[in-house]
């Protein structure tokens, strides 16, 4: 019974980190490296992530400057960044790639206020998921009268607790995330 709900809470913890980096990848109107974590480069026939090929860093608060390892990644990495959802446009010097964060629209902050609560709402339809997988395992066992009655019973009480725990970060996470696509 323990096992099962140290696996549940596993899981949980781990839909959590997955909304942390998806939260962390969505574009605000301030610069930061994480915006280009999902951004991936050509690299010797490889599918590399930006960060393995090149330095990022945010100088000032609405500019980000990337530079590569090797100087003959610079036009693919500004094609991967055109491409990219983050609707920016580097420019490159032939050494460094400087990409100017433009403040956002009222229409594009909404736009991503409503992408952040549809990610928010898949995490807490992983999250019953996960309960579900939980409790159905809790079944099998009393079924299998390796537990009993009560202590799936008990056992279901706490996946609930859980489930409750981490909703409920799911909803502060989300709130931090709106408060700060909505800063001006």
Same mark, same amino acid.
């Given at each position: 019974?323990?096992?099962?709900?140290?696996?549940?809470?596993?899981?949980?913890?781990?839909?959590?980190?997955?909304?942390?980096?998806?939260?962390?990848?969505?574009?605000?109107?301030?610069?930061?490296?994480?915006?280009?974590?999902?951004?991936?480069?050509?690299?010797?026939?490889?599918?590399?992530?930006?960060? &393995? $090929? %090149?330095?990022? /860093?945010?100088?000032?608060? !609405?500019? +980000?400057?990337?530079?590569?390892? =090797?100087?003959?990644?610079?036009?693919?990495?500004?094609?991967?960044?055109?491409?990219?959802?983050?609707?920016?446009?580097?420019?490159?010097?032939?050494?460094?790639?400087?990409?100017?964060?433009?403040?956002?629209?009222?229409?594009?902050?909404?736009?991503?206020?409503?992408?952040?609560? &549809? $990610? %928010?709402?898949? /995490?807490?339809?992983?999250? !019953?998921? +996960?309960?579900?997988?939980?409790? =159905?395992?809790?079944?099998?066992?009393?079924?299998?009268?390796?537990?009993?009655?009560?202590?799936?019973?008990?056992?279901?009480?706490?996946?609930?607790?859980?489930?409750?725990?981490?909703?409920?970060?799911?909803?502060?996470?989300?709130?931090?995330?709106?408060?700060?696509?909505?800063?001006?």
């Amino acid at each position: 019974m323990n096992e099962v709900l140290k696996r549940t809470e596993d899981k949980m913890k781990k839909t959590i980190q997955t909304l942390e980096h998806d939260f962390h990848s969505l574009r605000t109107g301030r610069a930061s490296a994480g915006m280009f974590e999902k951004i991936r480069i050509s690299y010797y026939g490889q599918d590399t992530p930006l960060s &393995q $090929v %090149a330095s990022i /860093s945010v100088p000032e608060a !609405r500019l +980000v400057v990337i530079q590569p390892w =090797d100087k003959g990644l610079l036009s693919e990495i500004e094609r991967a960044i055109q491409k990219s959802e983050l609707s920016l446009n580097p420019s490159n010097d032939g050494r460094i790639i400087r990409i100017n964060i433009p403040p956002l629209t009222e229409e594009r902050r909404k736009d991503l206020v409503k992408h952040a609560k &549809q $990610v %928010a709402e898949q /995490s807490k339809v992983a999250l !019953r998921n +996960v309960r579900r997988d939980g409790n =159905d395992e809790l079944k099998k066992l009393e079924k299998a009268k390796e537990i009993s009655e009560d202590d799936q019973k008990l056992a279901t009480t706490k996946i609930q607790d859980l489930i409750d725990t981490y909703v409920k970060q799911v909803d502060d996470l989300l709130s931090k995330k709106e408060q700060e696509i909505l800063e001006v």
